[in-house]
């Protein structure tokens, strides 16, 4: 099986064994001709899972594009089709059913720049209704696969919007009707987007792109159920992939800095990202850019968040070299807590690079200012209901009620409470915001810079403070971005009314 052919339906997680020994020995040759001893960084043969076992030890896959088939600049027009795949894991007959955007798992990656008109169908061949959110964009709410807008099974839409200035940014797609969007996600249907502007101070360094998802599969070799523990938690399954590989090796070269976007596109995992034996800063958040580099040890992303790092290859003695999944303990009470470091990726080196500039200021972020209005937003349990275990100020999420109106273009400040035993990923749809404070131990802490994102992590019994404005008219959903609780009621609406 050819390289190129990783992602799609024959080959998502899915090199038959001879193919994968095959590309395994390329990789150690690949390596031995760079100068590299590969004796001690190649992945040892996969443990069992439940009696399974996935292939690993690939080069990191890259993300298969989506082909831009508008022939004038400044517009993208394109196709995206849902539908069930058969893809072959074990090296034999068995299939394990995927559902997936264009036959491809993570869906085909959306390359974009600012001020392009974008148009891309989509046909959905599910046997359930389903939408595309274009997660944290700025488009139009009757573009933004809202769930009173879904597409039935066997029918087919357009969505179309213009990109404004200054919405440069690591976003994803990914479907939502209401009730469903945790079994399409869990099951396959997800995807990067990269809104790119052409005054990047950053686009000399090279570029990698990491989509992380979570893959839980049942002892038959199919793609699990929720169970209960699931509903209750948010599902987290045996395998965290990147880009559709279990535990890839990616080649960084000592002193090189490259560029990564990095996406946590599970469904309910909260991951604790680090890399040890590297020099790491954080230059972007959800909404793009940051002012200027920030040093960091590690990155909590919660599902829907995303983030950009320069990575600076030092190999650290004494440090694991590879990409790091450390301890967080987010108040599930049905499963099990990681305890211990898991190595999502191996990193090796390729010789000597050289150290690319990194700029010390990045783009200007002003802060908001004086809000026009405040809301409480409270995000609860009640686990005596089943069906309605999971709240917003007391209620739970019904498409026909309007919880509350705003206005286009007035600064709001939102104070979000997880008056829950577990942390509850906080998303707001249409636009990005600027998080002012979070309560630790019960004590306001300022954020010590400023970002423009569209989902935080508010932990059991913790607050965040944050500020936006929305630009366009419309209905606008916020929820829980673990999607077994948006599902089972975690979620809510405002109507924002012409200024």
């Known amino acids: 099986m050819q390289r190129r052919h990783f992602l799609k339906a024959a080959g998502l997680l899915a090199v038959a064994v001879p193919a994968l020994r095959q590309a395994q020995a390329q990789t150690a040759m690949d390596h031995a001709a760079m100068g590299h001893d590969m004796g001690h960084a190649m992945p040892a043969p996969a443990p069992a899972a439940q009696g399974l076992s996935l292939p690993r030890g690939e080069h990191l896959p890259a993300l298969q594009p989506l082909v831009n088939q508008a022939a004038e600049p400044g517009r993208f027009a394109a196709s995206l089709r849902a539908a069930p795949v058969q893809v072959a894991l074990w090296g034999d007959a068995r299939q394990t059913t995927f559902w997936a955007f264009n036959d491809s798992v993570p869906g085909p990656l959306i390359e974009l720049w600012e001020g392009d008109e974008v148009d891309i169908g989509f046909d959905n061949a599910l046997p359930q209704p389903s939408t595309i959110h274009w997660h944290g964009m700025p488009v139009p709410p009757a573009e933004d696969g809202n769930p009173q807008d879904p597409v039935a099974p066997g029918k087919g839409r357009h969505y179309r919007y213009t990109l404004p200035p200054g919405c440069a940014g690591t976003y994803w797609y990914h479907p939502h009707p209401h009730g469903h969007t945790a079994e ?11 809104v790119r502007s052409k005054t990047d101070p950053l686009r000399h360094l090279p570029e990698r792109h990491l989509l992380l998802s979570d893959l839980k599969l049942a002892a038959d070799g199919q793609i699990a159920a929720n169970d209960m523990a699931d509903l209750h938690d948010g599902r987290e399954g045996q395998f965290v992939l990147i880009n559709g590989a279990w535990q890839p090796v990616i080649t960084l070269g000592e002193g090189e800095r490259q560029r990564w976007r990095i996406w946590n596109a599970s469904s309910s995992r909260i991951i604790k990202l680090a890399l040890p034996a590297h020099e790491v800063q954080l230059v972007g958040t959800d909404g793009g850019l940051i002012g200027a580099p ?5 990155v909590l992303l919660s599902p829907g968040e995303r983030c950009e790092l320069v990575v600076t290859g030092r190999f650290k003695p004494g440090q694991p070299a590879g990409l790091i999944s450390q301890p967080y303990a987010r108040g599930k009470r049905m499963h099990p807590e990681q305890e211990k470091d898991d190595t999502l990726a191996s990193i090796v080196a390729y010789g000597m690079r050289p150290t690319l500039a990194l700029p010390a200021s990045l783009r200007p972020i002003a802060p ?3 809000p026009g209005f405040r809301r409480k937003i409270v ?12 709240l917003i100020n007391g209620q739970s999420y019904d498409m026909n009620r309007i919880d509350g109106t705003g206005q286009v273009g007035r600064i709001e400040e939102w104070e979000v409470i997880a008056d829950a035993h577990m942390d509850h990923p906080f998303h707001l749809h249409g636009t990005q915001f600027q998080v002012l404070a979070r309560t630790v131990d019960g004590i306001w802490e300022d954020e010590p810079f400023l970002a423009w994102r569209d989902t935080v992590n508010v932990p059991a019994g913790g607050m965040v403070r944050l500020r936006f404005v929305q630009t366009l008219p ?3 959903m916020f929820h829980c971005h673990i999607l077994e609780h948006e599902d089972r009621g975690m979620m809510a609406q405002i109507d924002f009314l012409p200024g």
């Open 379 to 390: 995000l609860s349990e009640n686990m005596a209901d089943p069906k309605a275990p999971f």
């Open 184 to 194: 399409q996600a869990f099951r396959g249907l997800a995807g990067p987007i990269i």
């Open 368 to 370: 908001l200012g004086a």
């Open 294 to 298: 920030q040093p960091v040890d590690s």
């Open 474 to 476: 419309g209905l606008r």
